[in-house]
Nanobody, 125 residues
Framework: QVQLVESGGGLVQAGGSLRLSCAAS????????MGWYRQTPGKQRELVAT???????NYADSLKGRFTISIDNAKNTVYLQMNSLKPEDTAVYYC???????????????????WGQGTQVTVSS
């Protein structure tokens, strides 16, 4: 099976920074892409940023310039550096991974990828 473990969330003042990490473990054959999404109560989960194993990135337009996503393929870990945080960045941040799993002689993928349990980010004004 696959596990995604997120860390780095917490409480920070407006203007501060946080760095989120998400490590994937398990019977992983390869990683195609990893990313971060966020969700606030009563709203749909929204894209923050994604990155392929080759380093191609995609960001939500509103977050470009403040957030930076990176990946360490050797560690199966994706990072999200968040700078100049604003109260509206407060949300639960979820890690997502599109990867190939090898188990029992077969390779598996999931259309929607694998999800972490989420980490809370709270930005105070």
């Amino acid at each position: 099976q696959v596990q995604l473990v997120e860390s780095g969330g917490g409480l920070v003042q407006a203007g501060g920074s946080l760095r989120l990490s998400c490590a994937a473990s398990g019977s992983i054959s390869s990683i195609n892409a990893m990313g971060w999404y966020r969700q606030t109560p009563g709203k749909q989960r929204e894209l923050v940023a994604t990155i392929t194993s080759g380093g191609s990135t995609n960001y939500a337009d509103s977050l470009k310039g403040r957030f930076t996503i990176s990946i360490d393929n050797a560690k199966n870990t994706v990072y999200l550096q968040m700078n100049s945080l604003k109260p509206e960045d407060t949300a639960v941040y979820y890690c997502n991974a599109h990867l190939q799993v090898y188990s029992g002689g077969y390779y598996y993928t999931r259309t929607l990828g694998y999800w972490g349990q989420g980490t809370q980010v709270t930005v105070s004004s």
